[in-house]
């Protein structure tokens, strides 16, 4: 028997039994545990006074400003529902720029006297806290000698609570912030941007006679990721250090066949599935859909739609719990964009849309003055995207995404938009003023009796498509499955801010009647920003030439992607809407400019490390003994059997000096060269060790292989 690892691992695998029989399996079919560990409405009135509750609930339903007189009051109200729940200590959780999420925990107890004490939470500590701001990335915006970041409560996203093993903890949604006011995290740009979409929408709505309303900007971020077992996990210094593997042969079988997507739910996954649904509605998280993806062990798990800002906390909390789940089911969850080379990647297709006064604007209405309405805000949307192309895309810029975006059915780095058959049908209409096909044929008159109902979802969509018009709402495919909602929602919010603004500007100047003014600015626009939108194959090289030519941005690389954030054109429009300042748009390029290096410089030193003491010594010592068989086969007189061994003997030997020359390669990159160098050089590394992959005997390869890790869990 062979004392290889991974043979043992999948030994481990094949006996492993299912932790608790399947028919024991807890499941609450009536849902009275949803949002059992959430201090929402119904916690907040059964704790807290009448008067205090309804201040409260009316900053988070309807957006007021919050009371702080009340703070006392909610502190102690959370504080008696925490200690009910098991909790023990309490944090500000929070997302600094590190991509994830922080929590400093502090108990409850406060000294009452010599060896007594009571629990307590005040208003103070409830409103805010204080953090180490110099040991999280702020891009010069602090020194390290200037420690102060603070955390401020966001009551719009409710407290929840964390559970481990032994207890519990009182999570507080909070924003981080410098001493000087300025955002040294996700949640306090997304909160402006939210706050200058809905400034920008009110205006507009008004030129349409409509009646202040609320406005929602609703987010669904559905979350890909990859599970492997956990022991072949451990087994790969590339996993555990980078989170995508460097090396790894194709296998003959991977997701050719298409038989992975949507196929039946292997039992172990299953029960990993129903713990983290478990999980997340105990947590108020409405996770709806779960299946596989198309890749084999590549999974997806989608809730439905919510209020933005709590959206992105949720799929902040979705990441934790998947990852801790895991984990428990001796399992990995994988969220890096592109795990495994030569298979689909995984992405976070974020589904954003926006409603007035309860109604979906992107959902074709039911009358005239509904479609005027709903054309209108498409085409601001249009407009947005076709002008900040580049700023959009500069919020999936990542190491990770890198390896992610053109193929497997992640979309191209060049951002167009895909309308659909009908509703390019009815923009073509519009721009030329001719008829459409739509219950008889009728001239197309904004705001008038002749529109015709609007076509809804009724197309097929493009999945090559990095931005999609798909019923009722876009879906922004680009985004990574790693990466945080809040930095691309921020952006999408702030352009269509802008747009929608220039909008109400063009409308203010129009003397005259408002719907004929309004068709003639429509058709204005869409002449203006067709070039955005496309419907065929994202990744043909004729799109690539043809979106040069209608002058749209191609930024394939991080280095490049992030270059926007450095425009003063572009820093001046976040400026504008009080979403960021300079000085934090610089902040964001230098972090994401040395995220990025710092991650290629990791991935170059592990996969050299392995290369040199993991893949090496077994292609050596194999290429020993293939010279000593060869020369005992000389010496014995035998012929059978030498022109084999001769001919793998060649093919090992040149790899091994194959291998040689690519790691010192890789070693003087490292060295001396940038992100570019290092990168090409692992390409290079990697063509040499997936072929040895091939050549070296199985039994004693160093790593788990692709075969097992996609395939045995």
């Known amino acids: 028997m062979s004392t290889n690892n991974r043979i043992h691992a999948i030994n481990a695998i094949a006996e492993r039994r299912p932790d608790v029989p399947l028919a024991t399996l807890p499941v609450d079919t009536s849902l009275q545990t949803y949002g059992d560990d959430v201090f929402g409405e119904k916690e907040i009135r059964a704790f807290l006074p009448k008067s205090a509750a309804a201040k409260l609930l009316a900053t988070v339903n309807d957006g007021k400003p919050l009371d702080p007189s009340i703070a006392a009051d909610v502190a102690h109200a959370m504080k008696e529902w925490a200690l009910s729940k098991g909790a023990t200590h309490f944090t500000h959780w929070f997302q600094p720029l590190t991509g994830g999420t922080a929590e400093k925990h502090n108990s409850f107890i406060e000294p009452a006297g010599t060896a007594r004490a009571i629990q307590a939470f005040s208003g103070k500590n409830l409103i805010g806290g204080e953090a180490d701001a110099s040991s999280f990335p702020s891009g010069g915006l602090r020194s390290t000698f200037e420690a102060r970041g603070y955390t401020a409560w966001d009551p719009t996203s409710p407290a929840f609570i964390k559970r481990h093993a032994n207890g519990a903890t009182l999570c507080i949604p909070t924003a981080f912030c410098a001493h000087t006011g300025e955002a040294l995290d996700s949640k ?44 072949f996990y451990l087994q790969r210094p590339d996993l555990l250090q980078t989170g995508r593997t460097v090396f790894g042969a194709a296998p003959a079988k991977h997701q ?58 949720h799929n902040m909390l979705i990441m934790e719990v998947l990852r801790r789940t895991a984990e428990r089911n001796g399992l990995e969850c994988l969220l890096h964009e592109k795990p495994f080379s030569g298979v689909n990647g995984s992405g976070k297709h974020c589904n954003w849309s926006i409603a007035y006064g309860g109604r979906n604007l992107l959902e074709p209405g039911t009358n005239p003055k509904e479609n005027a309405i709903f054309l209108t805000v498409l085409l601001a949307v249009i407009r947005a995207i076709d002008l900040h192309a580049d700023l959009l895309r500069a919020s999936t810029a990542g190491a990770g995404n890198d390896h992610r975006l053109g193929g497997n059915e992640a979309p191209p780095a060049i951002l167009s938009i895909f309308l659909g058959d009908d509703l390019s049908a009815v923009v073509k209409a519009i721009e030329t003023g001719t008829s459409w096909a739509a219950r008889g044929r009728t001239k197309l008159k904004i705001g008038v009796d002749t529109l015709p109902p609007l076509p809804r979802d009724t197309t097929d969509r493009n999945r090559t498509s990095p931005f999609a018009f798909t019923g009722n709402k876009f879906e922004f495919r680009a985004p990574g499955s790693s990466q945080n909602c809040a930095q691309n929602q921020m952006v999408l919010n702030t352009i269509v801010a802008e747009s929608l603004d220039a909008l109400s500007d063009k409308l203010d100047a129009m003397p005259g009647d408002f719907n004929t003014n309004l068709q003639k600015l429509l058709q204005r626009l869409i002449r203006a920003h067709k070039r955005v939108l496309f419907a065929g194959d994202g990744y043909s090289a004729a799109w690539q030439r043809e979106a040069a030519a209608r002058g749209l941005p191609d930024l394939p690389d991080t280095i490049s992607a992030i270059a926007p954030l450095k425009v003063s054109a572009n820093q001046t429009l976040f400026e504008k809407y009080g979403v960021l300042t300079r000085s934090e748009m610089d902040s964001r390029y230098e972090i994401a400019l040395e995220d990025y290096e710092r991650r290629v410089r990791i991935e170059g030193g592990v996969a050299l490390e392995i290369a040199r003491s993991m893949i090496r010594p077994v292609v050596a010592d194999e290429f020993s003994k293939l010279a000593t068989a060869i020369s005992i086969a000389k010496k014995d007189g035998l012929k059978v059997g030498v022109s084999g061994l001769k001919a793998l003997s060649l093919k090992l030997g040149a790899g091994l000096d194959d291998l040689h020359v690519k790691c010192e390669r890789l070693d003087k990159a490292l060295a001396k060269g940038g992100a570019k160098e290092i990168l090409a050089a692992m390409v290079d590394l990697r063509r040499t060790v997936d072929a040895l992959e091939y050549l070296v005997d199985d039994s004693r390869w160093p790593l788990p292989k692709y075969r097992e890790m996609l395939f045995v869990y």
């Open 256 to 313: 050719q066949l298409d038989d992975h997507y949507y196929g039946a739910i292997r039992p172990r996954i299953l029960k990993f599935m129903t713990e983290v649904e478990a999980q997340l509605w105990k947590l108020g998280i409405p996770a709806k859909t779960r299946h596989n993806e198309v890749a084999p062990a590549q999974f997806e798990l989608a809730p439905i739609f919510e209020d933005l800002n709590l959206a992105v906390d």
């Open 188 to 231: 306090t740009p997304l909160l402006r941007s939210v706050q200058a979409l809905t400034k920008a929408l009110k205006r507009l709505m008004a030129h349409f006679g409509q009646p202040d309303g609320r406005v929602s900007v609703t987010l669904g971020a559905e979350q890909e990721y990859f599970l492997i077992d956990r022991g």
